[in-house]
């Protein structure tokens, strides 16, 4: 085990996956004509230079957290959730029913309600997939895939037949009231004196995202539930021999992970669009896998790596805007960031392995 | 429901089940061999993109067709690069194609065309051209019979046919072949394979180049028969041709029936924008969901236990 220092295996070898990935982005970026560099400048500039950029930066990066750990908790059960985008698609429903029930007087009430909302209907999204491959061993990947499909069918049916205003062109739900509005960066900064972009979407949901991680990570790393997801996802042999029962496990880590993935509701339904909209996931619940396997199934990496997708979906955006590179190109780089962190991991691997050890031989010779 | 309409439902089925069934038989021979292909779905965008652009191009639907595969074996050999070669997690390869295909169809393809990610409409000799079987013509006159082989049997495309034939030859390869005998023993004990001295690494990455040529098939009919690429026209088959194939339990035949059930399934949702049973009306939503909860009832088994080959999904690491 110690054939590497566990800041390589920790820092190192995603850093260079990631390289790799952005080198081959480049690539991409330069075989249909364009100039990398400048699409860097652009992106950055897009993402970074204003508070408007940052705001809509942190908007996303917000999305991916809930994404990400969504994925992160599965995983370490050793399941693979592909459904996080039916699971938020299912938990804006939630979150929408909820604000739309109650004429809401202020935000502080509203959240709290809609988190339940979100994160129950993501739970039940994620229930009937997991039950399945616990109870009748169904491959949860595929479960999963088909229940994004069913939600995204379920949830048009809903918004067109029930939550539609009456009337109406447009397939969306009425607006919420105005108390169930939480406050965005510009209105949470203004009292300390910042100005912050008026229009940009980032809002409260962002301290949620974080709040989220720290107990993710004591939830993993601290608790009993905890240990015994981890030590499932290690081998399912050695859990059940140390009474740890499978099928419980493996519905509880994808309840937690529906859950989630349902949250991401209060940020891009409750927060952005302030009513429900077809397609609102936009691809979030994708993103978090890559966004999982970048950042190691750890908060902390999965906060940082959902910083660089936010950067990546807003700075495509500019790229869209100013260069006429279609946004499909951020779905690409996520392609080679999933391919390289996580199903190429060897490539990288085995050859710094056998570096380390010829180091470490040095050393002691 | 008149005799001719269920003629044309049956009809369109098979048109419908003719890339789920190349996808499937794709599926089959990797995973077979013990290679999980969750990224069928991204081989056949990337076949439908390449072929319609390049029929688009050249004005030929056979050098679309060679495109089209081309760009799946490619797609074919990253995932074994990453699951063989390297040993790396199958499911997140397939994973990562999907979302690469998905992505590089609609970049390349606004960059060549700029078309908003799709082709140019493909018409002429840029499409397969319908085969009419003999006769068809004469017999489309006789009752019952007639409208049935005119309109059902003939007046497909080649590709259609092909599928069709794809069925027993696979049968005979899987089953009577001696590469069809180790094909099948890799995917369920890697390394009796290769204590009897045969390459597992060869016999998995041969599996793949067939997938791949099979998908690149899939692909190619889907643009011909939509006359061109519009982005992300795979809609979910790859995944479908999956849930089939477990369906099949990994059987040429039972793959056929599978994939045909789909397709009549997609027909009727095609059909019948929404169906009105006395008071209740079946909304248009659940006609397109139907598939994908047909696949999740089958995978809980109530239709039976689905035994995968025993060592698919696992990278085999030589002992040493």
């Not at chain 1, 992106?43 to 994404?67: D, E, H, K, P």
């Not at chain 2, 051209?129 to 409208?147: E, H, R, T």
Request: hydrophobic share 55%.
């Amino acid at each position: 085990m110690s054939k590497m220092p566990k800041w390589a295996d920790a820092i190192l070898i995603p850093l260079i996956s990631i390289l790799i990935a952005f080198f081959f982005s480049g690539v991409v970026i330069w075989a249909i004509g364009k100039d990398p560099i400048m699409a860097i400048k652009t992106m950055v500039q897009g993402a970074f230079g204003s508070t408007q950029g940052v705001g809509y930066t942190l908007y996303y990066a917000t999305n991916f957290i809930f994404t990400g750990l969504s994925v992160a908790v599965a995983y370490h059960a050793r399941l693979f959730n592909i459904g996080g985008e039916g699971q938020a698609t299912l938990g804006g429903l939630g979150v929408t029913l909820v604000c739309l029930s109650v004429p809401w007087p202020h935000w502080a009430l509203a959240l709290p309600a809609a988190m339940i909302g979100g994160a129950l209907f993501g739970a039940a999204w994620a229930f009937i997939p997991a039950w399945l491959q616990a109870k009748r061993g169904s491959h949860i990947v595929i479960t999963t895939i088909m229940f994004n499909y069913i939600g995204a069918a379920l949830v048009g049916y809903v918004i067109l037949n029930i939550l539609k205003v009456p009337g109406s062109m447009l397939t969306e739900s009425a607006r919420f009231p105005a108390g169930a509005h939480l406050p965005t960066f510009h209105e949470m900064l203004a009292p300390f004196g910042i100005s912050f972009n008026k229009n940009a979407p980032a809002n409260m949901s962002f301290l949620v995202a974080i709040l989220a991680s720290v107990a993710f990570y004591v939830l993993i790393w601290r608790t009993r539930l905890g240990y015994e997801i981890r030590a499932y996802g290690q081998s399912e042999s050695a859990a059940k021999y140390a009474g740890i029962n499978p099928a419980r496990i493996v519905i509880i880590a994808m309840l937690i992970s529906g859950a989630l993935a349902g949250l991401m509701a209060i940020n891009n339904v409750m927060g952005e669009a302030e009513r429900l909209i077809d397609n609102a996931v936009e691809g979030a619940g994708f993103i978090g896998i890559a966004v999982a396997l970048m950042g190691r199934n750890h908060p902390i990496g999965i906060f940082l790596a959902s910083i660089l997708f936010g950067f990546l979906y807003q700075g495509g955006a500019e790229l869209a805007f100013w260069e006429s590179i279609p946004r499909e190109l951020v779905v690409v780089i996520q392609a080679l960031v999933i391919m390289f962190t996580g199903a190429l991991d060897n490539m990288v691997r085995v050859p710094l392995e056998k570096l380390f050890l010829a180091f470490s031989k040095k050393k002691e010779a | 429901m008149d005799y001719l309409t269920i003629i044309q439902i049956l009809d369109s089925s098979v048109r419908l089940a003719t890339p789920l069934l190349l996808t499937c038989l794709a599926g089959l021979f990797s995973e077979r061999a013990g290679v999980v292909d969750i990224g069928l779905e991204g081989k056949l965008l990337i076949a439908a993109f390449l072929s319609g652009a390049a029929a688009a191009v050249t004005g030929s639907i056979w050098i679309g067709l060679l495109a089209g595969v081309a760009g799946s074996l490619a797609f074919s050999m990253i995932h074994g690069l990453a699951s063989i070669t390297f040993k790396g997690d199958q499911l997140i390869s397939g994973v990562a194609l999907n979302f690469l295909a998905a992505g590089l169809t609609v970049v390349v393809g606004q960059s060549w065309f700029q078309l908003g990610g799709r082709t140019p409409s493909l018409s002429g000799d840029g499409r397969f051209a319908p085969w009419n079987l003999p006769f068809s013509d004469a017999m489309a006159k006789i009752p019952v019979i007639g409208p049935a082989y005119d309109e059902l049997i003939s007046g497909h495309t080649a590709l259609t046919y092909l599928a069709l034939l794809a069925v027993p030859l696979s049968w005979w390869v899987l089953y009577r072949s001696r590469f069809g005998l180790r094909l099948r023993a890799v995917g369920e004990n890697p390394s009796a394979v290769d204590t009897a001295g045969i390459s597992v690494v060869r016999l998995r990455y041969a599996a793949l180049v067939i997938a791949g040529v099979l998908c690149g098939l899939a692909g190619t009919y889907l643009a011909s028969l939509a006359a061109g690429f519009v982005k992300d026209m795979s809609a979910g088959r790859g995944y479908i041709a999956l849930a089939a194939l477990i369906f099949a339990k990994w059987r040429p035949w039972y793959a056929l029936w599978a994939t045909l059930l789909f397709g009549l399934l997609e027909a009727i949702g095609n059909r019948y924008q929404s169906i009105a049973l006395g008071d209740i009306v079946i909304p248009v939503q659940f006609m397109q969901a139907l598939p994908y909860i047909l696949t999740v009832i089958i995978l809980a088994g109530f239709v039976g236990k689905a035994i995968p080959p025993r060592a698919s999904g696992q990278s085999y690491v030589k002992e040493r």
